[in-house]
C-alpha cells in the first residue's frame, strides 16, 4: 500500500472517526447520558461534553471534529439565568457529544454557573439508530452537573474494589483555564478507559484542596484523560483569577476515592506541590516541615518612578517548608502588589508592601515613589497585517504595548486598541494592489504620543496543487490531502471555528453516491486531515480497504472555492504538538483556494486523481504516411485531463495499417484503409480517420 508520510507529532485527541448514512429511521438502540461535564477553552474544547460512557448499550466510541452530528443538532439545550442560548455545533469526541454553546452576544457562554440547564431531549444520539427515548435534565450545583431524577446504583463494598494507589502528581499546564489549574495524577491499577471522558465515580467530595495561604478551594472537575491510565483536571478555583499551582499547595485524596465503580483509594494520603514546574513530577508526599524562617530580598533605598515596576524575591527555610508568601501593599493609592509579589508603583509617595508565610512569618518593605522618569521608548507587539486582496483592511484585537522609561524600568503591559490608543495613518494603503504597505501610526501612553509603523501585506492567494491523497496508518488511518507545493503553512491549526468554505466544500462519496460525512484536522506542511465517519478503533492494515471502511470506487471531491489557510506568526512547541501556534503573534489567513473541482478515487489501496469524459476529439480526420512509418492516431478524452473511460482503435484492413491499444497506426501496405477510434463502445463518440499509405 502507498503511504503518505509527513511530518507531525500527536494533537490531544488526534481521532479515529465514525459514519452515519444520513436517513430516516426508528432508533433501535436506546441511549442513556451519564454525565455532562465542562472542557475548557485553554487546552480543552470550551464545550460542553454529555458523554453516554458505560452505557450497555455501547454508543459510538469515535470522534469526528469539525463537522456537526445530524443526530443530536437541536436535541441539547442550554438555558443560563432562565434564559435559552444557543447550542451551535455539536460534534463527537468519543463516548461524548461536545455541544458549543454560544450566549445573546455570540460568543461562548464558558465556564458553567449556578443554576444552569442542560437538557438531552428525546431523540439525541450519535448514529441513525441510536438515540435517547426521554429527556433527560441536568442542573449545575456549583461544582458539578447533577441528572435531575435519577436513582443512583449502589457502589460494590470496600472488598469487592481493587486498590488503586498514587504512582505521581503532575501539573500539566496544557490544560489549565479560568476554572483553575490542572493536576494530571498518575495510578497504579487503574483499568482506564480509552476514548472516555468524565467524572470519576466518587466525583470530587474525596478530594481537599487547601492553598499555600491555609484556605481550602474547590475541585473545579476530575475527569478521565482520554486514552491513559491517568485522571486529568483537578482544577482549583482560587478566587476566580489563578490558573496555576502554588508551592505549599495541598492535596489530599482521601480513602474511599473511586475511579471507576470497583476501584478505590483504601487509605488517604496528602501531596505538598514542592516545585510547580511545567516537566516531571510537582508533588511529593507530606513530609514537609512548617516554615520557621522568611525573609524578603529587594534593593533597598533608593527611589522607583511611578508607572515602573518592581519584582519581591524571598527565601523560606528550612529546606523541607514549601510555602508561598502572600502580599499585600498597606497604600495601594501609591502602589499594587500582585500575587506574585510584582509591585507596580502609581504615583509618588512612600508605601509598605507586606508579606505573610503562614499566617505568622511577616516581612515588611518600604519603597520611595517619586515622579514618572522619562519615557525612553514604546515596545510593541505589532505584527503584519495580512489583507487578502479586494478586503477591507481589519486590525488584530491582540496587540499590546510596555514603556521602557530612561532608567530602563518598564511600565505594564497595556492592550493596544485601534482608534483609542492608537492611530493609524491609512492614506497610502491599497487594497487592490498586491504589495507591502508601511504605515505611519501612534501609540498614545501617559498623555503623549509615540512614532510607530503597522505593515500590511496586500496578498493574493495561490491556486491550490494537490501532490497526491494517501492513507495514513499512523493517524488512525485517516486521509491526508497534502499540497505542499502550494503552502507555506507550518502551524497546525486546530481551531476549526473560524475557517470558512471548508465543511461545504469538500465532498466523500460512496461508490453508489452515498455521502459520508467527515470532521478535519488544517496541519502544517500542507497537509489537510480528512477524518471519515466510518472509521472507528478497530480498522488495521488489515482490513482499512474493506468494508465498512475504504471501499473501492470511493470518491473525495475538493471543489472549487475550497480555502486552506496558513498561520503567520510563531510557533510555540509543546510535547505533544511541535507546531503549535503561538498566540499574539500573527493571523490565520486563507492562503490557497481550489480554482475547479478536484476529485479522486479510491481504487481499493490508494487514492488517485479521477475526472469524468465529456467527449472524444481527434487531431485529424486523415492521416498520410509512408511505407514502415509509424505515427499517432491522435485521439484524446476531453477534457484533456480526464481519465475515466477507454479508448479503443480498429483498422479496416490491416493489411494496410495496423493500429495497437495505444493509437500507435504502422503503415505495412500501400493503399488507403480507415482506422475507427472509439470511446467507451461509442457511448462517448466514434471517429473514423482516413489513413494512406505510399
Not at 383 to 411: H, Q, R
Not at 599 to 626: C, H, P, Q
Amino acid at each position: 500500500m502507498k503511504k503518505l508520510m509527513v511530518v507531525l507529532l500527536s494533537l490531544v485527541c488526534a481521532v479515529c472517526a465514525t459514519g452515519a448514512v444520513l436517513a430516516s429511521a426508528a432508533a433501535s438502540v436506546t441511549l442513556v447520558p451519564k454525565e455532562v461535564n465542562y472542557s475548557p477553552a485553554n487546552g480543552g474544547w470550551d464545550a460542553y461534553m454529555v458523554d453516554f460512557a458505560g452505557s450497555t448499550q455501547n454508543p459510538n466510541e469515535n470522534n469526528v471534529i469539525g463537522t456537526d452530528n445530524p443526530y443530536a443538532m437541536n436535541k441539547i439545550t442550554y438555558e443560563r439565568g432562565g434564559s435559552a442560548c444557543e447550542v451551535r455545533n455539536i460534534y463527537v469526541l468519543g463516548t461524548n457529544l461536545a455541544a458549543f454553546i454560544h450566549g445573546a452576544d455570540g460568543n461562548r457562554v464558558g465556564a458553567p454557573q449556578q443554576g444552569d440547564k442542560l437538557t438531552v431531549l428525546a431523540g439525541c444520539g450519535f448514529l441513525e439508530n441510536e438515540a435517547t427515548d426521554k429527556d433527560y435534565v441536568f442542573l449545575y450545583n456549583g461544582s458539578r452537573f447533577e441528572l435531575q431524577g435519577a436513582v443512583e446504583e449502589p457502589l460494590p463494598p470496600e472488598s469487592e474494589c481493587t486498590e488503586i494507589t498514587i504512582k505521581d502528581l503532575y501539573h500539566n499546564p496544557a490544560w489549565n483555564s479560568s476554572n483553575g489549574a490542572a493536576i494530571q495524577i498518575d495510578f497504579n491499577n487503574f483499568a482506564g478507559g480509552l476514548g472516555e471522558w468524565g467524572v470519576a465515580a466518587t466525583g470530587t467530595d474525596y478530594i481537599k484542596y487547601v492553598d499555600t495561604f491555609g484556605r481550602e478551594q474547590p475541585i473545579a472537575d476530575f475527569i478521565y484523560l482520554c486514552g491513559t491510565n491517568m485522571l486529568m483536571r483537578i482544577g482549583q478555583d482560587l478566587d476566580h483569577v489563578i490558573d496555576k499551582v502554588r508551592m505549599g499547595d495541598k492535596i489530599t485524596f482521601q480513602k474511599g476515592l473511586r475511579l471507576n465503580k470497583n476501584e478505590m483509594l483504601k487509605q488517604d494520603v496528602t501531596y505538598v506541590i514542592a516545585t510547580p514546574s511545567t516537566s516531571g513530577p510537582v508533588a511529593q508526599p507530606l513530609f514537609v516541615s512548617d516554615p520557621t524562617e522568611f525573609k524578603l530580598i529587594y534593593a533597598e533605598g533608593g527611589s522607583h518612578p511611578a508607572g515602573t515596576t518592581c519584582q519581591l524575591e524571598w527565601t523560606i527555610g528550612p529546606e523541607s517548608a514549601y510555602e508561598t508568601p502572600a502580599f499585600e501593599s498597606l497604600d495601594t493609592e501609591i502602589a499594587t502588589v500582585d500575587e506574585n509579589g510584582l509591585i507596580t508603583f502609581k504615583k509618588e509617595g512612600s508605601v509598605t508592601i507586606r508579606a505573610t508565610v503562614f499566617g505568622t512569618l511577616k516581612e515588611e518593605a518600604t519603597f520611595s515613589v517619586t515622579a514618572p522618569s522619562e519615557i525612553k521608548k514604546i515596545e510593541d507587539t505589532i505584527y503584519t497585517v495580512w489583507v487578502m486582496k479586494g478586503d477591507d483592511l481589519a486590525y488584530p484585537t491582540d496587540w499590546k504595548y510596555e514603556i521602557v522609561y530612561e532608567n530602563d524600568a518598564k511600565g505594564p503591559v497595556t492592550d493596544l486598541i485601534v482608534g483609542e490608543n492608537l492611530t493609524v495613518d491609512e492614506t497610502s494603503f491599497k487594497k487592490d494592489e498586491v504589495g507591502d504597505y508601511q504605515l505611519p501610526a501612534k501609540i498614545t501612553a501617559n498623555g503623549k504620543q509615540y512614532d510607530t509603523q503597522v505593515t500590511v501585506s496586500v496578498y493574493e492567494p495561490m491556486d491550490l496543487i494537490v501532490k497526491e491523497l494517501g492513507i495514513v496508518d499512523w493517524f488512525s488511518y485517516a486521509t491526508f490531502i497534502q499540497y505542499p507545493d502550494s503552502s507555506l503553512n507550518d502551524g497546525n491549526l486546530t481551531d476549526t471555528s473560524s475557517f470558512e468554505n471548508v465543511l461545504d466544500k469538500l465532498e466523500y462519496k460512496r461508490a453508489d453516491g452515498t455521502v459520508v460525512e467527515w470532521g478535519y484536522y488544517m496541519l502544517s506542511g500542507g497537509n489537510f486531515c480528512v477524518m471519515p465517519r466510518f472509521l472507528d478503533s478497530d480498522v488495521s492494515i488489515d482490513n482499512f480497504n474493506k468494508a465498512p471502511y475504504y471501499q473501492e470506487g470511493d470518491t473525495i471531491t475538493i471543489k472549487a472555492g475550497m480555502q486552506f489557510y496558513r498561520w503567520t506568526g510563531a510557533l510555540a512547541p509543546t510535547e505533544t504538538d511541535r507546531n503549535a501556534i503561538k498566540p499574539g503573534t500573527g493571523m490565520c489567513v486563507v492562503e490557497t483556494v481550489c480554482r475547479e473541482d478536484m476529485t479522486y478515487r479510491f481504487d481499493g489501496n490508494i487514492w488517485g486523481f479521477f475526472k469524468e469524459y465529456t467527449g472524444l476529439s481527434v487531431e485529424s480526420e486523415t492521416i498520410a504516411m509512408s511505407f514502415g512509418e509509424k505515427k499517432d492516431a491522435g485521439a484524446q478524452r476531453v477534457p484533456s485531463n480526464a481519465t475515466s473511460g477507454t479508448i479503443s482503435y480498429q483498422s479496416a484492413d490491416e493489411k494496410i495499417a495496423k493500429v495497437n491499444s495505444r493509437g500507435s497506426i504502422e503503415g505495412v501496405g500501400v493503399g488507403t484503409t480507415t482506422i475507427t477510434v472509439t470511446l467507451d463502445g461509442g457511448e462517448a463518440g466514434t471517429f473514423t480517420k482516413t489513413i494512406s499509405v505510399t
